[in-house]
């Protein structure tokens, strides 16, 4: 199942139809019934209905072309929710100057606006409270201290 979920990842790399786009993550599973066959697409600029559409006709096709999937199963390509952890670099970059749920290993969790992004850490400006009023500090995030970040949607 990895080596098929390999192949995938490949295929649908070798598919974007944009440089823009990158695949987040390609998962293979076989539980019950029909394998399923799910490709995280995400983009610089955010990807469209129509983007996901286009690649997965491109790698189902293939797939079906050269008989990669020994039974039935379901292809799904879709774009990350508002729910879904960043888990890459260049989707850290993406979310430069928007408001984070940071959650670290350490298991506290901290809130801030991303303002930088390098290949270690990331810098935010932090909330913090002080009485009634929320002020900001920079603080930086080595990567390998993070468990979880969330971006937070405003819908104000």
């Known amino acids: 199942m990895k080596n098929l979920q390999t192949i995938i990842q490949r295929l649908a790399k070798e598919n974007l139809a944009h440089k823009e786009h990158f695949i987040v993550d390609v998962k293979v599973s076989a539980e019950k019934g029909p394998s399923k066959v799910s490709i995280l697409l995400d983009g610089d600029n955010g990807v469209t209905i129509d983007d996901c559409v286009n690649l997965s006709r491109a790698v189902g096709h293939i797939l079906e072309e050269e008989e990669l999937m020994e039974s039935k199963y379901t292809l799904e390509v879709t774009s990350p929710g508002v729910d879904f952890p960043l888990s890459s670099l260049r989707q850290y970059r993406k979310n430069v100057g928007r408001k984070l749920r940071i959650t670290l290993k350490?298991?506290?969790?901290?809130?801030?606006?991303?303002?930088?992004?390098?290949?270690?850490?990331?810098?935010?400006?932090?909330?913090?409270?002080?009485?009634?009023?929320?002020?900001?500090?920079?603080?930086?995030?080595?990567?390998?201290?993070?468990?979880?970040?969330?971006?937070?949607?405003?819908f104000k």
């Open 106 to 154: 350490e298991g506290k969790d901290l809130k801030g606006v991303l303002k930088e992004v390098d290949e270690q850490k990331i810098l935010i400006d932090k909330e913090v409270k002080k009485g009634k009023k929320i002020m900001h500090e920079p603080l930086a995030v080595a990567f390998d201290e993070i468990n979880k970040t969330i971006v937070q949607v405003s």
